[in-house]
């Protein structure tokens, strides 16, 4: 990127064009904020929880830097899409060739097949600029394919967030200053309303499409562009610049500090990084000042000028070390980690994107020819390693084995969200249906073992399983509306079908009963109350309203849970001998505690029966493994082996006889159309949203 940077100007192509060779090391500076948010947050989210605003950060910059140049070269009537195009390919190319090439390399060696799949896809992706696309794509529903938290290229989206702003962008510009150009900045302060205002519209409803899709990140890149383009006059007020620059700092680290992986993002909460870049660039346009002489401390702007490559190499360094320790922890290992990608991004910034920036590799035509070959031979290898599911010849068979069980078939997942008046049923093929089977994702995990139990005891039941909502009646959920919705239904159905006798009811009780879980509920005193006190609330209103209404209760608790994916872990453990770390049994009857004390009221009475998957599986150390296949596709949802294998304690509560299992028996109503499980529409899936 250009390193000459806008300087006074404000009102005017004219005024913009003067000054405009004045260098900015605040915003290196401020470059150096961004990256080092995003590292530390990478590195552990309870250093700076918000971190991953520093992204947001990066686009005001880039929109300010670039809108600069490419009107500075309007203006003095030599701009050229060919120059502006292979200025971006030298500043954005080499270093990136170099990292998914090194990536990749050592990817080989030790990302299981699955993963490394995934990778060479995430390589492809990112050369073409469409990285944000795959992710968007991959996450839009509620199960994931893969665990992005392994995915060494993960944080590749920005740069293809980027990119896809710069096709059209100078184009705007370009006819902006040929026939409207005293207008320009008010039609790009339009077009980033616009933005905003679905970015913000989005990120309740859906916030995959408001994080990756670059019409939606394009007004934190026209921040940055309508201060280049002197949206605003200088400010004449020292004490005015002094407290914008302080405030905009300070709104900065508010969000690195006081935001989290659960706060709505991005949308209007962007605002706060954005506004607060906004006013550094924008003060320090104006004049000095205390916080940007800070921000202009030699080893800050060093961190500045070498944060692309540090942004570059530190998560494939994350995520290959997180391998080699077998998915353990790296608390051990933060600083050497810091350091090094320090280190690696220094060499990166010295050798090879300096050398190419300043033209001394060879000629500008030499320079394209040699990375234009180095992309289509990395793209030509993901391509065959695609072909070959990751090259799992790298590995023995059990390796395999535990890896392909993260990716498994989900039996019944076309069943979830419906309406109770078009559910899908287990069980016996005919009837009037007995029982309702109420619950999120895990209620689904179980649907194999419930079906085969249903059946042994020719009963019909209603199965009902809701994404992501806890099965509560008169419960709102803080991130999915729909779930309020679902539970009034669920409650409704139930009045109107009184030969419904038993309701069924499972979940994932670890996510609801902690203090940053989603429960939201109305007290008795009209105060709203969220977190544990929500959900113990909650769950004791639920099961009384079930007992008042003459049901019988099946309530199946939280099974053990893990903080990695379970199958990856095992795989890991066979590969590197380093033991993953099971659960016990206190653990587990420790964290759901606040879970246990609600059942305790409701264990001695006749109607209601309470089945322990973590008494079935948590003699003393936690069970995750049978027969060599893994009991779980993630690090919470049962296998269908792992269901299975539950059946015969499961039984007992339903005070059925067992049936011994079939694999590929699983079958749903006939009359609804539902075949075996082998012919059911099916989603792969690691881990969910959950």
């Known amino acids: 990127m250009d390193t000459q940077l806008p300087g006074r100007g404000h009102a005017g192509t004219t005024q913009l064009i003067k000054g405009m060779t004045s260098y900015r090391p605040d915003i290196d500076g401020l470059r150096a904020v961004a990256v080092l948010a995003v590292v530390l947050n990478h590195l552990s989210s309870s250093l700076v929880s918000g971190g991953y605003v520093g992204v947001d950060i990066f686009f005001v910059i880039s929109g300010y830097l670039i809108t600069a140049i490419i009107s500075r070269e309007i203006g003095e009537g030599r701009f050229s899409f060919a120059r502006f195009y292979e200025r971006r390919a030298r500043r954005i190319f080499p270093a990136l060739l170099a990292v998914l090439a090194a990536?990749?390399?050592?990817?080989?060696?030790?990302?299981?097949?699955?993963?490394?799949?995934?990778?060479l896809q995430a390589a492809v992706a990112t050369i073409f600029f469409a990285s944000n696309f795959m992710l968007w794509k991959e996450q839009a529903g509620y199960f994931e394919t893969i665990d992005t938290k392994l995915d060494p290229l993960l944080h590749m989206w920005s740069l293809a967030v980027e990119e896809q702003f710069y096709l059209l962008f100078p184009v705007f510009l370009l006819l902006g200053y040929r026939y409207f150009r005293q207008r320009i900045a008010w039609a790009l302060a339009a077009?980033?309303?616009?933005?905003?205002?679905?970015?913000?519209?989005?990120?309740?409803?859906?916030?995959?499409?408001?994080?990756?899709?670059?019409?939606?990140?394009?007004?934190?890149?026209?921040?940055?562009?309508?201060?280049?383009?002197?949206?605003?006059?200088?400010?004449?007020?020292?004490?005015?610049?002094?407290?914008?620059?302080?405030?905009?700092?300070?709104?900065?680290l508010m969000a690195?500090?006081?935001?989290?992986?659960?706060?709505?993002?991005?949308?209007?909460?962007?605002?706060?990084p954005v506004l607060g870049a906004a006013a550094i660039i924008y003060g320090g346009t104006s004049g000095p000042t205390a916080a940007g002489r800070m921000l202009q401390w030699r080893p800050i702007v060093y961190l500045g000028l070498i944060s692309y490559s540090l942004y570059l190499w530190h998560w494939p360094l994350i995520v290959l070390a997180q391998y080699a320790n077998g998915l353990e922890p790296l608390t051990p290992y933060l600083a050497p980690l810091f350091l090094a990608s320090l280190l690696l991004a220094s060499a990166s910034y010295h050798f090879i994107e300096q050398p190419f920036r300043r033209g001394s590799m060879g000629t500008s035509r030499l320079a394209l020819r040699s990375k234009a070959g180095l992309a289509f031979l990395l793209s030509l290898f993901c391509v065959v390693g695609v072909a070959k599911s990751g090259f799992p010849d790298r590995f023995d068979a059990q390796v395999v084995s535990l890896d392909k069980a993260r990716s498994p078939l989900i039996p019944y997942d076309q069943c979830s969200n419906?309406?109770?008046?078009?559910?899908?049923?287990?069980?016996?093929?005919?009837?009037?249906?007995?029982?309702?089977?109420?619950?999120?994702?895990?209620?689904?995990?179980?649907?194999?073992?419930?079906?085969?139990?249903?059946?042994q005891g020719n009963t019909r039941a209603v199965f009902l399983p809701y994404l992501g909502c806890a099965p509560l009646f008169d419960a709102a959920s803080l991130y999915n509306p729909a779930c309020a919705y679902s539970q009034a239904e669920v409650k409704n159905y139930l009045v109107a079908h009184p030969q419904i006798k038993t309701v069924l009811v499972a979940a994932f009780w670890s996510r609801y009963f902690r203090q940053d879980g989603p429960v939201k509920m109305i007290s008795d005193s009209d105060k709203s109350i969220v977190g544990v006190a929500a959900a113990q609330t909650g769950l004791r209103a639920t099961l009384k309203w079930l007992q008042q209404n003459n049901r019988a209760i099946?309530?199946?608790?939280?099974?053990?849970t893990y903080s990695k994916n379970v199958p990856a872990a095992l795989a890991l453990e066979t590969v590197t001998g380093k033991k993953f770390m099971r659960s016990t049994s206190r653990e587990e009857k420790l964290n759901n505690a606040p879970f246990l004390s609600v059942v305790d009221e409701f264990k001695t009475s006749v109607s209601f029966q309470y089945m322990s998957p973590i008494d079935w599986l948590c003699a003393n150390e936690c069970q995750v493994v049978k027969d060599g296949i893994s009991l779980y596709r993630d690090a919470h949802h049962l296998s269908i082996h792992g269901a299975i294998a539950l059946q015969q304690e499961m039984s007992r509560g339903f005070s059925l006889k067992p049936a011994v299992p079939e694999a590929a028996k699983f079958q749903t109503s006939p009359g609804l159309g539902l075949a075996g499980l082998q012919g059911l529409p099916t989603q792969s899936s690691t881990t969910d949203t959950d």
Not at 208 to 221: C, G, K, M, V, Y
Not at 235 to 241: A, E, L, Q, T, W
Not at 554 to 560: D, M
């Open 103 to 119: 990536t990749l390399m050592a990817g080989y060696f030790l990302l299981l097949p699955s993963d490394y799949a995934r990778a």
């Open 256 to 272: 690195c500090f006081a935001y989290s992986e659960r706060t709505t993002f991005p949308g209007l909460t962007a605002l706060v």
């Open 191 to 252: 077009c980033a309303l616009v933005s905003l205002s679905g970015a913000a519209w989005l990120a309740k409803e859906n916030s995959t499409a408001a994080f990756f899709l670059s019409p939606l990140r394009a007004w934190e890149l026209l921040a940055g562009a309508l201060l280049a383009l002197g949206f605003l006059p200088p400010i004449g007020s020292r004490m005015v610049r002094e407290a914008m620059v302080a405030s905009g700092l300070a709104a900065i």
């Open 418 to 455: 419906s309406s109770p008046q078009a559910a899908c049923f287990l069980g016996a093929p005919k009837g009037e249906p007995s029982m309702l089977l109420w619950g999120d994702s895990h209620l689904l995990s179980y649907a194999p073992v419930l079906q085969e139990i249903l059946l």
């Open 554 to 560: 099946l309530l199946i608790g939280p099974v053990p």
